[in-house]
């Protein structure tokens, strides 16, 4: 352990220790002789007094010698440095001075955002550094540029500060430093430094990993000095912070279409308890639901509001909370598509009197339930005008019929090229040569013969739960269509035609539903019945969402969905999804939530095997894109997406400065507030307060005695 | 009006000193308690058994139809001791007198006074070791043998009123009035007591009051020596030739010195006053005929009292 001083020139001020004594030996000179009759009564009060006398000129003396030692010498700001940092070379240091710029900087303390109060303390840092260091300047964001090399030039690295900006993203502190150690490498000079200007909030630091060092050319490392510029002001507990930690939006079917459920997560990061906060859900700048929620602290509680949308369509919005000390998580924005009604034909190829023999009970059941967007229309399969009707829906459900004319057939074939959805379901009705022969062109793979399970009745044994129509079903769902029974079902041809996709298939291998893209459009063949003649799968508990969803695929609103949220900082990948097969569509541009237009370089197309990425996620709230379809540009709503801040930074806990201190080992760290303290890594109060302490103590010493005398 | 003590420097001799001092307190007085020699008639009372028949006034009985009994100012001729110290100390003076002036000055005006009303003064000089004395004499000539020693006067060697004492009492055979004027600082006190306070040598010139004598004592002091008004660090001499010294700084020993130095007033004035003796604090910088007139005033009052008057 040594002592060291962070300005040692002022130690030259010390001298002014000697100057009390100088005055004694100056006034032992300077004594003038006076002849005075009275000098018995002189002697007399000498010899009573001399010795409280001498006693208190010596503590005169010593008081005043400490206060003028104690003044410089707490000027100079001593601090005590391990051997091994006393060992360290002297003279100028390489200096860097890494910037936390994380969302956590944004939080406002008394008026000023933290990173304004960072800023201030690094210039000001910068000012009185020692002009023969180089200095550089480390953004901790992601994204930021590599740092400049070494400079003297003070006035650019002050322009660099100004330059700064906060950010709303999460950053890895620990990368900074080390990026920070790698900047110091390129200096030559053998004392290193950085200045670290932060808040120290625990979701940046790791200190799991070992310590930035800087690597000499020699080969060896050392540690450099840190100096933390702390721009918390209020230390010892974290401020308050409220934030939206998550949002999950769900359709709500017993209120209709259109509704939703909205359950906010809001954690509470603070040591109090909240009552009564106020949860918004604002549409279109409109709050159209609102409630009142209790947080305990330290804890989470769930908010939850129901909206019914007027509309289909792409929409976005936002759900809030009152502001506090960090706003930025106050809001969380986020995308929905709501799905437009879908027009179902239902063409019964078996009607009966009896409703629930008959052929299009069950599906019309499933489509037309509550909350369901879908709306049905029974046809019989002989009516005439079934060629031109078709035209009009987004669906057509052949149900188990003979047999289609060949006008019927080139209709459906020209409807589904041109994007519309055909479901085939079969059953004893059906002429398989007749289908083969005329509807060729739409079935993934041609009928043969119609199976009968002998003893046991077949189970669908596989499904294609990857299939986005089917993923509802992944787990223990998936049982509901697992556990049906089917005790007839048609067999198919086995070589499957080019985009094809088998989706379920029975015990036997046998397919029981296939995927088939013909045009712009798509057909399902499933070779069972959509009624209790074969299968006792309309009563299973699974039938309703999956006619749903079959639906939502063939009319191309099954990706009608709430797009989850990226966070700031992440790529946004975009993915032809469902939409493949329609006309190509371009993305050009992008407007971010600070109307800043971002324009896509290379204009990507969205295909199938294409995944165009947009990379400047930088601010919170909705990114409405644009882009060419057919060759014209317009507006792609349902390609917004919405951008939310990483919860992990409103949590504004911070890491005990001793622990930081300790995760550097022996190296000496310095914390800089901003009051102007500049303290030393020892625990307790620091030297230099002990000496000014000192010195106020010797000040009033030497009051105290000389009122006394 | 007070004669400023820097006026009277200014004056050419003692003389001139002497009676600008008695004019002032003259001026201010407005009748001398001084008439010793002739025999003055100063009221009449009626007669009270007791009275002496002898002062019966016969002619305002013949006149009055009743007794009335004649009362006199004084009776005998005073005879005054003027004492004064001139040993070293009393050389010093932080204004334009010393103390040696200032008590030569108010012997001076003392013997003017007294010749003027025809009482007999003679004056003792105490220095070191040496004496001189000049009986007590009545007449305008004698005054000026008077004048002539206090103004040759100069201050030197020890104080020590145990010898003064013995010399007053040698010479002075009968009754009278002997004023002492000195600053008290004995030798023999200062070498013996811790306490500063120490009358030995004064009790020697009180007991002098065993003899018949009344004595008055003029306490002759600076005003330095009253405040210790320094604050530069002095090296202090012995005004004795006793090669004392002391290097300090005065603030620092100021409040013990004043400590000191008021026990020893105190001790003084009450040891004075114990022993039936008049004193009289006489500060060097203050007007002179002030003291002087003080001090008459106040005989005044112990003669109007009933007390014995000089």
């Known amino acids: ?81 391990e ?71 003070r006035g650019a690295l002050v322009q660099q500060l100004q330059s700064l900006a906060a950010t709303f993203e999460t950053q890895d502190l620990t990368s900074c430093l080390q990026r920070a150690a790698r900047a110091l490498a390129e200096s030559a000079l053998p004392a290193k430094r950085i200045l670290f200007a932060t808040d120290l909030t625990q979701a940046g630091l790791n200190l799991d990993v070992p310590a930035p060092s800087v690597q000499l050319p020699d080969g060896s490392s050392v540690q450099p000095d840190i100096v933390l510029l702390d721009a918390a002001l209020n230390t010892d507990e974290p401020l308050a912070n409220a934030a939206i930690s998550s949002l999950d939006i769900e359709p709500i079917a017993s209120i209709g279409p259109r509704a939703y459920r909205f359950a906010i997560a809001v954690q509470n990061h603070s040591g109090k308890a909240i009552a009564d906060l106020p949860v918004r859900l604002r549409i279109d700048g409109e709050v159209v639901a609102k409630g009142f929620l209790d947080v305990p602290a330290h804890q989470s509680a769930l908010q939850i509001l129901t909206h019914r949308f007027t509309q289909s369509g792409p ?195 046998a397919p029981a539903l296939i995927e088939h893209q013909v045009g712009k459009g798509r057909v399902l063949l499933f070779t069972s019945t959509l009624d209790r003649a074969w299968t006792d799968l309309p009563i299973r508990t699974g039938f309703l969402p999956l006619m749903q969803r079959l639906m939502g695929l063939l009319s191309r609103t099954l990706e009608v969905t709430h797009s989850a949220p990226s966070r700031v900082g992440e790529p946004r990948m975009f993915s032809a999804g469902l939409t493949s097969g329609q006309a190509a569509i371009v993305l050009s541009e992008i407007q971010t939530p600070t109307q800043a237009i971002v324009s896509f370089d290379a204009a990507p197309v969205l295909e199938d095997d294409a995944t165009p990425r947009f990379e400047a996620t930088t601010t919170p709230g909705i990114y409405a894109v644009s882009g060419m379809t057919d060759g014209k540009p317009t507006r792609l709503p349902r390609f917004d997406f919405a951008v939310n801040v990483d919860s992990l930074e409103s949590d504004l806990r911070r890491i005990d400065v001793a622990e930081f201190k300790t995760w550097f080992g022996q190296t000496h760290v310095t914390r800089r507030t901003t009051d102007g303290s500049l303290d030393a890594d020892s625990e307790g109060w620091p030297l230099w307060s002990l000496l000014l302490c000192g010195a106020l103590l010797c000040f009033v010493a030497e009051c105290l005695l000389l009122k006394r005398h | 009006m007070p004669i400023d003590p820097s006026l009277l420097t200014k004056l050419p001799s003692l003389k001139l000193r002497a009676r600008s001092v008695v004019e002032g307190v003259l ?179 009180l007991r002098l009051r065993t003899r018949k004598h009344e004595v008055a004592i003029f306490h002759t002091l600076d005003q330095d020596e009253l405040d210790l008004p320094f604050d530069d660090p002095m090296r202090f001499l012995s005004m004795e030739a006793d090669g004392k010294e002391l290097q300090t700084h005065p603030r620092e020993l100021r409040a013990s010195y004043l400590e000191e130095m008021n026990a020893f007033l105190a001790a003084t004035k009450r040891r004075s006053t114990e022993l039936g003796s008049d004193y009289t604090l006489l500060t060097a910088s203050e007007p002179l005929d002030r003291v002087l007139l003080r001090f008459l005033s106040r005989r005044e009052r112990l003669r109007a009292g009933g007390g014995r008057s000089a």
């Open chain 2, 27 to 205: 001026s201010g007085l407005h009748k001398s308690p001084y008439q010793g020699q002739s025999v003055e008639f100063a009221e009449h009372k009626e007669y009270a058994p007791g009275d002496e028949l002898r002062h019966v006034d016969w002619k305002a009985f013949g006149k009055l139809d009743r007794y009335y009994v004649k009362r006199f100012e004084h009776e005998t001729e005073l005879s005054v001791l003027l004492a004064i110290d001139a040993s070293g100390s009393m050389n010093y003076g932080s204004g334009p007198l010393t103390k040696l002036d200032a008590a030569a000055t108010l012997c001076a005006a003392l013997a003017h006074l007294l010749i003027r009303q025809q009482d007999a003064v003679g004056l003792m000089i105490f220095g070191g070791d040496a004496l001189e004395f000049i009986p007590p004499r009545s007449g305008a000539g004698h005054v000026q043998v008077i004048y002539e020693a206090l103004d040759a006067l100069t201050g030197k060697g020890k104080c020590n009123l145990t010898k003064m004492a013995d010399a007053l009492a040698e010479k002075a055979r009968r009754r009278s009035a002997i004023f002492v004027f000195s600053d008290l600082f004995d030798d023999d006190e200062a070498a013996g007591s811790d306490s500063g306070s120490g009358t030995g040598g004064l009790d020697a010139l």
């Open chain 1, 83 to 153: 051997s091994t940092a006393a060992a360290k070379p002297t003279g100028p240091r390489a200096t860097a001075i890494a910037f936390d710029t994380s969302l956590s900087m944004r939080a406002i303390e008394d008026g000023t955002s933290r990173f304004e109060r960072a800023r201030a303390l690094a210039i000001d840092a910068l000012h009185t550094l020692p002009y023969a260091d180089p200095v550089t300047l480390v953004d901790c964001a992601a994204n930021a540029e590599a740092p400049l090399p070494l400079s003297f030039d």
């Open chain 1, 1 to 81: 352990m040594a002592l060291s001083f962070a300005h040692p020139e002022l130690l030259a001020f010390a001298l002014l220790g000697l100057v009390p004594l100088a005055i004694h030996l100056f006034n032992r000179q300077r004594a003038r002789p006076k002849p005075f009759a009275a000098i018995d009564f002189l002697l007399r009060s000498k010899r009573r007094t001399a010795r409280a006398l001498r006693l208190r000129k010596f503590l005169l003396f010593c008081a005043r010698t400490l206060l003028l030692l104690a003044i410089p010498l707490a000027l100079a700001r001593p601090h005590f440095v």
């Open chain 1, 315 to 509: 929409t976005s919005g936002v759900v809030e909370i009152d502001s506090d000390a960090l706003q930025a998580d106050d809001s969380f924005y986020f995308t929905l598509d709501v799905p437009r009604q879908v027009r179902a034909l239902l063409v019964n190829g078996s009607p009966n009197p009896v409703r629930f023999l008959d052929e299009a009970f069950f599906v019309q059941a499933a489509l037309d339930a509550q909350g369901s967007v879908v709306r049905a229309t029974v046809r019989q399969a002989d009516a005439l005008d079934l060629a031109e009707e078709i035209a009009s829906f987004d669906v057509v459900i052949l149900l188990n019929v003979r047999d289609v004319s060949e006008a019927l057939a080139i209709s459906l074939q020209a409807f589904v090229e041109a994007g519309g959805g055909m479901f085939i379901a079969l059953g004893d009705q059906v002429d398989a040569d007749a289908f083969n022969d005329r509807l060729a062109p739409l079935l993934p793979r041609l009928l043969r013969l119609v199976k009968t399970a002998a003893h046991t009745p077949a189970r669908l044994a596989h499904i294609d739960l990857a299939h986005p129509a089917l993923e509802l079903f992944a787990g223990e769902e998936a049982q509901s269509l697992l556990a049906a029974n089917f005790s007839r079902y048609f067999l198919l041809e086995s070589a499957p035609k080019a985009a094809s996709r088998t989706l379920a298939s029975f015990d036997d291998g």
